[in-house]
C-alpha cells in the first residue's frame, strides 16, 4: 500500500494557481479518511497543455502568396492568421497578436521569410526559418493606411502604398524607413486635377529596375524614374483601376478595371491604350462600346516560350448573367476558357517556373484561393483539370455538428478504413503530382493510430487519420441515403421539426475493436452500421417505430405495452417484432386529427445497394405522440458483444437488440426509479399539456432550443444539442431562465434562439449558472433528461458476489440508475431467446448532470466494455459449429477469482459538478472531488496516459483539469479557452495518450496535447518549412543586348535609398517595434528552462567548433612560419659568400 507524500498533495491541488481568482479551489473528499489502496503513478509534471497543430481550411480567407522556390503558400485570413502550407503533410499556424485582417503577403523569395501587411496598417517580418514562425520585426505606420505592397526579387526594399497615394520604402534588413518617399502629387503632376486615389498596384519594370510602375484607384498609372525622382509617363483611363500586370519584356502591361475591360498599354504611348478587351462582354455590331461588365478584380500576364501569352483573370462576368457561380477566365491565344468556381474567389496566382520577371514566364498551375477552398489548376493539360487536393480542407464541407476522437485504435482499423475509402475517389483529376511541395516532414515519434471522426449537418460522417500530428481523409458515410429524398417543400410533411438539415448528426457511438457504428441524429433517429468489405443489396431496410413518451396517464395509456414502474423483468413481454405499427393510438388522436405515429423521416422501401464500408443493419425512429414531435435524443450508446443499443432522451430510455431487430425497453425515465423515485412528481395527460394555463406548463420539443421546463442543467444539454449547425461566430448565448412559462416561443429551427424575448434573465457572458429556479419542484424535475450511458460487465446490486452485465444510465438531475442484462447463450441461442432486462433498484446519485461513467478494477486499471472482434458479416458462416460460437463469443474483461474479494472494481461517475468514485459492490463512496462551484462541465472523458489514468475536465470557464483515478487527486488545472460559443462546447473531447481536440471556427480543428511528454517532443514532430534550395540561374542577357544594352538594367537602390543620400524619414510617420521571434526553440513547447538549456548546449557547441577551428589555423600558421623559416635559412646559406655586383 502506497503512502501518499503530502507536499505532492499539495502540488497538486495549487497546480492550478491561476484559476484562483476564477473559482474556489476544489475541494476532495476521502471518505473515513482511508488512503488509497492503488498505486498511483501519475502526478503533476506529467502534465503540460499546448496546442499541437491546426488542420482545416483557413477560416475568412483573405490574402494569398507562393514563394516560387522554396514551394511555399501561405495564406491570411480576417482574423489575423497565418497558415502555411508545403509539402502534403507541412503545414504551419501562426497568429498575428492584434487580430486585425491580413491584406497583403509578400515571401523574400527563398530567403525563408514573409511580409504580411495587416489591416490596422502595421507589417511585420516573419522567419521562417524555424518550425514555429515568428515575428523579426513590426512596423506601424501612424499617419497613412496601408493599401498596396510589393517587394522585387532579390531586394532588400520594400514599396509600400498608401490610401494618401504616397509610396514609402522599407528597408526589410532593418525594418525602418527610407526617407526617400514618392508624394501622389510630385506623381501626377498636372496630368489630373484631383487627387488619384488610393494606390492599388506597384511594380518595377522587368526590363529595367529603375522604373517603377504606379497603379492609382482613379485609373491614372505613373510610370516614375526612381533615379531622377520624377514620373517619365502618365497613362489615364476613365474607369477604376483593379489590377496591373507588366509583360515579361517590359515593354507592355496590362490593366484591369471596374468596367470589366482589359486594357494593355505601351510604356511609350501613354495617349492611349493599344488594345482595349471586354473578355464577357456582348460585341455590338455597329461598333459601340460593349455593355459594361462586373468589376475585373484581378489579371496577370504569363508568357511562353513555344505559343501565345496566357491572360488570367477574376470576375468580369455581364451582369445579366445572374446566378451565374464566380469565375476565373483563362485567355490563352485565341481560346477563351471560363472556369467556374463554388465559392467567391478572394485571390489567385499564377506559378511559374521562373522567380525572374524578366524572363519567359512558362506558367504551368493557378493557385485560385476562395472564400471557403483551395483550388489548383493545371494550365499544361487540355481543359485544365485541378490537381487533387492532398490537404485537409474538406472538414467544412458540410458545417460540422459532432466529433469524437479516438487514439491508441487497433493496427487494423486505419488501412480497413483507408481501402474502402479509396474506392470513393473522384475521378478526372491532374495526372501531374502536387506542385506546392515545399519543406520537410518532422519525425514523427508518435507511433500509435488515431482516429478523428466527424458528423455533418447533411448527415455524413467522416473518417480522419489523425496518426502522427497529421490529417487525411480515410471515408465518407452518407447516413442520408436510408431515407426518402423530398422531391419538394410539399412532399415533406414530416420533418417540420427541423426547418433545415433533417440528417444532422448529433451524436456518434463508435467501438473501434468490433467496429460497430452508430449515430443519433436531428430527427429523432438511430441507424445502427457493421463494417463490411463486400457489397451486399438488401431489399428492405430494416426498420423499428418507438413511441417513447413521458406523460402517464392511467385510464388511457398512449401505450400499449407500457411496462410496469416496478423494477420486474420486462423483456420477456416487451419485444416488439417488425411490424412496429402495432401501437394504437390515443382516440384524441384521431378525432383531433392530429399526427400521431408517425415518424419524422421516410425509409426508402426500394432495395439500396450499400458499398464496402458501413453498411445500415437498422434504423429506428422515434414517433409523434398525439400532436406532439418527438424529443430529440440526447445520449446514445452501443456494444457489439451484446447486440444491444440505447438511446435515451428527456422522455425516457429505449433499448433495442438490434440482432434479433426487437425493442427490449421503453421506459419514461420516471418509470426507471419504480417506487424509489426521490422527486415528487404527478403523472399529467399530453392533452392537459396541450392547453397551457395559468400554472400549467406548456410542453414544448426540444429542439426548439432553451425551455422555461428544464432544470438548468437539461436546459444546457438541450442548448447544445439544438446549436447545431447556424451559430454565428462569437455568438454567446444568453443567461438562462425564462420568468414566464410560455415566455419563450421559439422557432422550430435548429439553431440557438437569438430571438429571446427580453424577459430573459441575463446575468453575464460567462456561462456561469445559478442552481436556483423560479419554477416549483415539480415543475424542475419533470424533464429528466437521460445524458450518460454506458454498458459494463460488473456488479448490480450490493448483495452481488460476481460481475454481470448491465447498463448503468444517467441522468440529467445527477441520478445514476442500473439496469440489469440477463443474456442468452452466444450463437444460435442469442438469435431466438429473447434478452430479459429489468430495472434492478440501485441508485447513486451526484450533484449537477451526469456527464461520463466507467469503471476500474481492483489495480486501478480500466475495465473496458465487453467487445466481439470484428470478422465479416456478409461472407457464408462456417460449417464447424465450433469455430463459430469461437468467433462468437465476446472479449470481455472481468476480474480473475483471486481479485473477487468485498471490493471488486470502482466505478468512476463524472457529472457537470463533481466526480465520484464508488466501491462496488458495495455502493459506498471511495473517493468524491468538487470540480467546480461556480460554473459547469461541459466535457468530460476517462483517459490512459502514460500507462495510468486519468479523469480529463473541460468547463464551461475555460479550464482544463485532470485529476488522477481513483482518488481524484487534482493534477492539472489550466485556463485556457473561455467558452465563446457552443462550437466549442460541442466538439471538445478528450482521448488516451494526453490528446484533445476541439472545432476552433467553423473550417479549421484545432488539436491540443495536455501530456508533458508529447509537449516535449513537439518540437520534432513538427515540419520545417525551410530547405536549403540554390536559386535559380538569372536568364542569359544574349551577346547583342550586352553589347548594346538592350537587356535587363539593374539599379543600386542602397544608393539611391540608404540614409547617405535619401536621409532619414520622419519619426511620427511609422513606429518600428521588434519581434519575439528569431531563435529557434524560444516559441516551442519545451519550458523555459529545457529551452535555456537547449541553448546554452547549442552555445556551447558553437564556441567549441570555434575554438576548434581557431586551434587548426594556429597549427596551420606555426606550420607556415616553420617552413618559411626553413626557406629563409637556404636562402641566406646560398647568397652568403657571394658580393653585391654577383646577384
Not at 411490424?579 to 384521431?590: A, F, Y
Not at 465476446?890 to 457537470?912: F, G
Not at 646560398?1134 to 655586383?1141: E, F, L, R, T
Request: aromatic share 8%; with cysteine; net charge neutral.
Amino acid at each position: 500500500m502506497r503512502k501518499f507524500n503530502i507536499r505532492k498533495v499539495l502540488d497538486g491541488l495549487t497546480a492550478g494557481s491561476s484559476s484562483a481568482s476564477q473559482q474556489p479551489p476544489p475541494q476532495q473528499h476521502t471518505p473515513g479518511g482511508r488512503e488509497p489502496e492503488v498505486q498511483e503513478t501519475l502526478q503533476s509534471e506529467h502534465f503540460q497543455l499546448c496546442k499541437t497543430v491546426r488542420h482545416g481550411f483557413p477560416y475568412q480567407p483573405s490574402a494569398l502568396a507562393f514563394d516560387p522556390v522554396q514551394k511555399i503558400l501561405a495564406v491570411g485570413t480576417q482574423t489575423g492568421a497565418l497558415r502555411l502550407f508545403g509539402r502534403p503533410g507541412v503545414e504551419c499556424y501562426c497568429q498575428h497578436d492584434g487580430g486585425a485582417a491580413v491584406i497583403q503577403l509578400q515571401f523574400l523569395i527563398n530567403e525563408g521569410a514573409l511580409v504580411s501587411a495587416l489591416a490596422d496598417d502595421t507589417l511585420h517580418l516573419w522567419n521562417l526559418r524555424q518550425k514555429r514562425p515568428a515575428i523579426l520585426h513590426s512596423l506601424k505606420f501612424c499617419r497613412e493606411r496601408v493599401t498596396f505592397c510589393h517587394l522585387p526579387f532579390q531586394s532588400k526594399w520594400l514599396y509600400v502604398g498608401t490610401e494618401r497615394g504616397n509610396i514609402h520604402i522599407v528597408n526589410v534588413e532593418s525594418f525602418t524607413l527610407s526617407g526617400y518617399v514618392i508624394m501622389w502629387n510630385k506623381a501626377i503632376e498636372l496630368s489630373s486635377k484631383s487627387h488619384p486615389g488610393p494606390v492599388v498596384h506597384i511594380s518595377d519594370n522587368p526590363m529595367d529596375e529603375g522604373k517603377l510602375l504606379i497603379g492609382y484607384e482613379s485609373g491614372t498609372v505613373v510610370l516614375w524614374d526612381l533615379k531622377s525622382k520624377k514620373g517619365d509617363y502618365r497613362y489615364t483611363y476613365d474607369e477604376a483601376i483593379h489590377s496591373v500586370a507588366w509583360h515579361h519584356e517590359g515593354k507592355q502591361f496590362i490593366c484591369s478595371h471596374s468596367d470589366g475591360t482589359l486594357t494593355i498599354w505601351n510604356v511609350r504611348s501613354p495617349a492611349k491604350p493599344v488594345q482595349t478587351i471586354t473578355p464577357h462582354g456582348k460585341q455590338l455590331k455597329d461598333g459601340k462600346k460593349p455593355e459594361p461588365c462586373k468589376p475585373i478584380l484581378k489579371v496577370e500576364f504569363k508568357t511562353t516560350r513555344s505559343g501565345e501569352p496566357f491572360i488570367i483573370l477574376s470576375g468580369g462576368l455581364s451582369y445579366d448573367t445572374v446566378g451565374r457561380r464566380p469565375c476565373l477566365t483563362v485567355m490563352h491565344g485565341k481560346s477563351t476558357a471560363v472556369l467556374e468556381m463554388d465559392y467567391s474567389i478572394v485571390d489567385f496566382l499564377t506559378l511559374c517556373e521562373t522567380p525572374y520577371p524578366n524572363d519567359f514566364q512558362e506558367p504551368y498551375a493557378v493557385v485560385v484561393l476562395l472564400e471557403k477552398d483551395l483550388v489548383l489548376i493545371d494550365l499544361a493539360q487540355n481543359g485544365y483539370p485541378i490537381f487533387e487536393n492532398p490537404y485537409p480542407l474538406s472538414i467544412h464541407e458540410s458545417p460540422v455538428t459532432c466529433c469524437e476522437y479516438f487514439a491508441d485504435c487497433p493496427v487494423d482499423l486505419i488501412p480497413a478504413l483507408y481501402s474502402v475509402g479509396a474506392r470513393q475517389k473522384r475521378q478526372g483529376y491532374s495526372k501531374k503530382e502536387w506542385p506546392i511541395n515545399g519543406g520537410n516532414w518532422g519525425l514523427g515519434a508518435q507511433s500509435y493510430p488515431e482516429i478523428i471522426i466527424t458528423g455533418h449537418a447533411d448527415g455524413s460522417i467522416k473518417f480522419w487519420d489523425a496518426s502522427a500530428i497529421t490529417l487525411q481523409v480515410l471515408y465518407k458515410l452518407k447516413t442520408a441515403k436510408v431515407f426518402e429524398k423530398s422531391r419538394n417543400k410539399d412532399d415533406k410533411p414530416n420533418t417540420d421539426i427541423v426547418d433545415e438539415d433533417p440528417y444532422a448528426i448529433q451524436i456518434i457511438s463508435w467501438c473501434p475493436e468490433s467496429r460497430m457504428l452508430c449515430i443519433a441524429g436531428v430527427s429523432a433517429h438511430v441507424i445502427i452500421y457493421r463494417f463490411s468489405k463486400q457489397e451486399v443489396i438488401i431489399e428492405v431496410i430494416p426498420m423499428l417505430e418507438v413511441r417513447l413518451l413521458y406523460e402517464i396517464n392511467d385510464l388511457d395509456s398512449p401505450e400499449g405495452e407500457q411496462a410496469p414502474p416496478l423494477p420486474t423483468p420486462v423483456g420477456a413481454t416487451s419485444p416488439q417484432p417488425i411490424p412496429p405499427q402495432s401501437h394504437p393510438s390515443t382516440s384524441s388522436s384521431s378525432s383531433d386529427g392530429l399526427r400521431d405515429n408517425v415518424p419524422c423521416l421516410k425509409v426508402k422501401n426500394s432495395p439500396l445497394k450499400q458499398s464496402p464500408g458501413y453498411q445500415a443493419e437498422l434504423v429506428i425512429q422515434l414517433v409523434w405522440v398525439g400532436g406532439e414531435p418527438p424529443q430529440q435524443i440526447t445520449s446514445l450508446a452501443v456494444n457489439s458483444s451484446y447486440g444491444l443499443v440505447v438511446f435515451g432522451n428527456c422522455n425516457g430510455i429505449a433499448i433495442v437488440d438490434y440482432l434479433q431487430k426487437a425493442v427490449l425497453l421503453n421506459l419514461g425515465t420516471i418509470e426507471l426509479y419504480g417506487s424509489n423515485d426521490p422527486y415528487r412528481r404527478e403523472p399529467r395527460s399530453p392533452r392537459k399539456s396541450r392547453q397551457p394555463s395559468g400554472g400549467v406548463l406548456m410542453v414544448t420539443p426540444c429542439m426548439c432550443g432553451l425551455s422555461s421546463l428544464h432544470s438548468d442543467s437539461v436546459k444546457k444539454l438541450h442548448s447544445f444539442l439544438s446549436g447545431l449547425c447556424d451559430i454565428s461566430e462569437g455568438t454567446v448565448v444568453p443567461e438562462d431562465r425564462c420568468k414566464s412559462p410560455t415566455s419563450a416561443k421559439m422557432s422550430r429551427k435548429l439553431s440557438l434562439p437569438t430571438d429571446l424575448k427580453p424577459d430573459l434573465d441575463v446575468k453575464d457572458n460567462s456561462f456561469s449558472r445559478s442552481r436556483s429556479s423560479s419554477v416549483t419542484s415539480i415543475d424542475k424535475e419533470s424533464r429528466e433528461a437521460i445524458s450518460a450511458l454506458h454498458f459494463c460487465e460488473t456488479f448490480t446490486r450490493k448483495a452481488d458476489s460476481s460481475p454481470s452485465p448491465c447498463l448503468w444510465v444517467g441522468t440529467t438531475l445527477g441520478t445514476v440508475l442500473v439496469i440489469a442484462l440477463n443474456l442468452p447463450p452466444g450463437g444460435e441461442q442469442r438469435l431466438l431467446q429473447p434478452v430479459i432486462v429489468s430495472p434492478s433498484g440501485t441508485i447513486l446519485r451526484l450533484k449537477g448532470a451526469i456527464l461520463r461513467m466507467a469503471f476500474l478494477d481492483t489495480t486501478g486499471c480500466l475495465v473496458p466494455p465487453a467487445y466481439e472482434s470484428w470478422r465479416e458479416h456478409n461472407v457464408p458462416e462456417e460449417k464447424d459449429e465450433k469455430e463459430k460460437l469461437k468467433k462468437k463469443r465476446p472479449v470481455s474483461v472481468s476480474p480473475s477469482p483471486s481479485q473477487e474479494i468485498s471490493e471488486n472494481q470502482y466505478a468512476v461517475i463524472c457529472s457537470e459538478k463533481q466526480a465520484k468514485v464508488i466501491s462496488l459492490p458495495t455502493q459506498n463512496c471511495a473517493y468524491k472531488q468538487n470540480i467546480t462551484e461556480t460554473s459547469f462541465v461541459l466535457r468530460g472523458d476517462i483517459v490512459a496516459l502514460s500507462n495510468s489514468i486519468c479523469l480529463a475536465c473541460f468547463c464551461a470557464n475555460g479550464h482544463i483539469m485532470t485529476f488522477s483515478l481513483p482518488s481524484l487527486r487534482p493534477l492539472l488545472d489550466v485556463y485556457y479557452l473561455p467558452l465563446t460559443n457552443m462550437r466549442i462546447a460541442r466538439t471538445f473531447c478528450f482521448t488516451n495518450n494526453g490528446q484533445a481536440l476541439y472545432l476552433v471556427s467553423p473550417t479549421e480543428i484545432q488539436r491540443l496535447t495536455y501530456s508533458q511528454e508529447t509537449c516535449e517532443n513537439l518540437q520534432e514532430m513538427l515540419g520545417e518549412l525551410f530547405t536549403p534550395v540554390e536559386t535559380p540561374e538569372a536568364p542569359n542577357r544574349g551577346f547583342f543586348k550586352g553589347l548594346f544594352g538592350g537587356g535587363a538594367q539593374s539599379l543600386d537602390r542602397e544608393e539611391l535609398f540608404g540614409e547617405s543620400s535619401s536621409g532619414k524619414a520622419s519619426r511620427s510617420l511609422a513606429q518600428h517595434i521588434p519581434g519575439p521571434g528569431g531563435i529557434e526553440g524560444v516559441k516551442g513547447a519545451a519550458s523555459g528552462v529545457v529551452g535555456e538549456l537547449a541553448r546554452a548546449r547549442l552555445a556551447l557547441d558553437e564556441r567549441g567548433q570555434k575554438l576548434g577551428d581557431l586551434e587548426e589555423r594556429t597549427t596551420a600558421m606555426l606550420s607556415s612560419a616553420d617552413s618559411f623559416s626553413k626557406h629563409a635559412h637556404e636562402m641566406m646559406l646560398k647568397y652568403k659568400d657571394k658580393k653585391w655586383y654577383q646577384f
